[in-house]
């Protein structure tokens, strides 16, 4: 494994943040090059670490540790797998939501618009349903509501128009055919943010990601000890709103509930209350970083 693979973001901040001690037993819900779980393992003796990817590649930067236990499945199952292991309880869950530096620049993956390859974006390359089979097979309503919801597309009806209109004429199998369509909808000068709009939707409908960070969210408040961290990196909007809900109120509406004399009734206390981010030597390193936002909350 080399940093190309994925630099480690805010790495000394999200230490801090997990609070760690030498017996500790620790998630890392989103192993990738396993930047963060290396920095993890450093600060334990006899503590172990679970370490959780659903992508194969991630697999091969398995650290050989003792102390880790790496779990090839999506973090959506947490506790499952943690039962498995014979535990009920940990000190401390991390997770950085970001696709893989790797992923982007692997061309096959499908993930980048900068290639012209299969429209794949699977992270999970035994999942049933790639990002062809999106595009190709659902309807005009569910195509608008992916790039309305996931994508945050202003235009989403007329980008589906234009999909439409394209994969009558023939399927849409390569990510070079999606951009030359969603090329047509997008505004003059914003074309590469539009383009990573269309492309951020269509990843996370492939790979129901809102849906495995909600049940992850909710596994990781019942592993938690008493006094436990959880730690979390995102880097887009949805995925912020989710985690910062959360972890203020215990539900995914932010509702926050108060008890008879008007205290906040919340599983967590919020360690940081305004949202870390990336110091400017950081962003100078790893342009890529730019829009990450770091989240601590400890369990009451």
Do not use: W
Not at 61 to 77: A, K, M
Not at 133 to 146: A, C, D, G, K, T
Not at 151 to 178: D, F, H, M, S, W
């Amino acid at each position: 494994m080399t940093d190309a693979y994925h630099i480690p973001v805010m790495p000394t901040e999200c230490i801090q943040g997990l609070s760690l001690f030498p017996g500790a037993q620790v998630v890392d819900a989103t192993f990738g090059g396993g930047g963060h779980s290396r920095l993890i393992l450093d600060e334990l003796t006899k503590g172990r670490l679970f370490a959780f990817d659903q992508d194969e590649d991630a697999a091969g930067n398995v650290i050989h540790d003792d102390r880790l236990f790496f779990i090839r499945h999506n973090f959506r199952y947490l506790k499952n797998f943690l039962f498995y292991y014979g535990v009920e309880q940990v000190d401390a869950v991390f997770a950085d939501l970001g696709v893989s530096s790797h992923d982007f620049d692997v061309p096959d993956r499908g993930f980048s618009f900068r290639f012209d390859e299969k429209l794949d974006m699977r992270m999970n390359r035994k999942a049933p349903v790639d990002a062809a089979q999106v595009l190709n097979s659902y309807s005009e309503e569910q195509l608008i509501f992916i790039f309305r919801m996931y994508g945050e597309i202003k235009n989403a009806r007329r980008l589906v128009g234009e999909i439409i209109a394209a994969r009558n004429r023939q399927p849409l199998k390569t990510t070079g055919q999606l951009k030359e369509v969603a090329s047509k909808c997008a505004p003059r000068a914003l074309e590469n943010k539009y383009l990573a709009q269309v492309f951020q939707a269509l990843r996370i409908e492939v790979n129901d990601e809102m849906d495995a960070l909600k049940e992850f969210m909710e596994a990781s408040l019942d592993v938690l000890k008493p006094g436990g961290r959880l730690v979390i990196i995102t880097y887009h909007s949805l995925e912020d709103r989710i985690c910062k809900n959360f972890m203020k109120a215990g539900n995914f509406e932010g509702k926050v509930q108060k008890d008879f004399y008007g205290n906040v009734e919340s599983p967590f206390k919020l360690v940081n209350r305004k949202v870390i981010v990336p110091q400017p030597e950081e962003l100078e390193k790893n342009t890529r970083s730019r829009s990450a936002k770091l989240r601590i909350a400890e369990k009451i």
